[in-house]
T-cell receptor
Framework: AQSVTQLGSHVSVSEGALVLLRCNYS??????LFWYVQYPNQGLQLLLK??????LVKGINGFEAEFKKSETSFHLTKPSAHMSDAAEYFC?????????????FGKGTKLTVNP | GAVVSQHPSWVICKSGTSVKIECRSL??????MFWYRQFPKQSLMLMAT?????????EQGVEKDKFLINHASLTLSTLTVTSAHPEDSSFYIC????????????FGPGTRLTVL
């Protein structure tokens, strides 16, 4: 069975500050990991994904995440927050590449960016 | 990237009526579509997986007779909430997956259902 834990349901940062959203996973097989962003009343947009290639994954909008097997983590970072980054972020794990199997989502982290 | 649409984007209905939500893949053929439910301020919960031309596979605890899923073509899946009640009010999101690599899931914009 697979699961995802996102530490911190709410994260608040100042504009221009570092963004760090935490995600830890549990998987009995090599995982494929994803970060999605959701704006109010909208669907999910893929930010980035780890599919066993490079452990440091770069995504859209300046976000990146690093897969650390020893820590079972896949934390999302962005060097400098922008007001437009305010949204809900979900980490997800899948048993196969490209999310072709079921995605299991974490509970989400709401990011607030203060001016 | 691939585009997935949902219709309607929001719907309000009376208790006891049925509501149909459509999920369409606009620029690719979706061999598999997934239906999720999202409660306010919570994560997405997978309700069912549907493959074109076959019966949907429902997750444990999801009522098959209440949430009817049809995936009749490679570009369209429908979710019908039958005899809706206020507790069915939620945000329903679909995703679609093609048959060729990379078989990534692309998400629709969601449908807000409110049952009075």
């Amino acid at each position: 069975a697979q699961s995802v834990t996102q530490l911190g349901s709410h994260v608040s940062v100042s504009e221009g500050a570092l963004v760090l959203l935490r995600c830890n996973y549990s998987s009995s097989v090599p995982p494929y990991l994803f970060w999605y962003v959701q704006y109010p009343n909208q669907g999910l947009q893929l930010l980035l994904k780890y599919t066993s290639a490079a452990t440091l994954v770069k995504g859209i909008n300046g976000f990146e995440a690093e897969f650390k097997k020893s820590e079972t983590s896949f934390h999302l970072t962005k060097p400098s927050a922008h007001m437009s980054d305010a949204a809900e972020y979900f980490c997800a794990v899948s048993a196969s590449q490209g999310g072709s199997e079921k995605l299991v989502f974490g509970k989400g982290t709401k990011l607030t960016v203060n001016p | 990237g691939a585009v997935v649409s949902q219709h309607p984007s929001w719907v309000i209905c009376k208790s006891g009526t049925s509501v149909k939500i459509e999920c369409r893949s606009l620029d690719f053929q979706a061999t598999t579509m997934f239906w999720y439910r999202q409660f306010p301020k919570q994560s997405l919960m997978l309700m069912a997986t549907s493959n074109e031309g076959s019966k949907a596979t429902y997750e444990q605890g999801v009522e098959k007779d209440k949430f009817l899923i049809n995936h009749a073509s490679l570009t369209l899946s429908t979710l019908t909430v039958t005899s809706a009640h206020p507790e069915d009010s939620s945000f329903y999101i679909c995703s679609a997956r093609g048959g060729t690599p990379p078989r990534e899931q692309f998400f629709g914009p969601g449908t807000r259902l409110t049952v009075l």
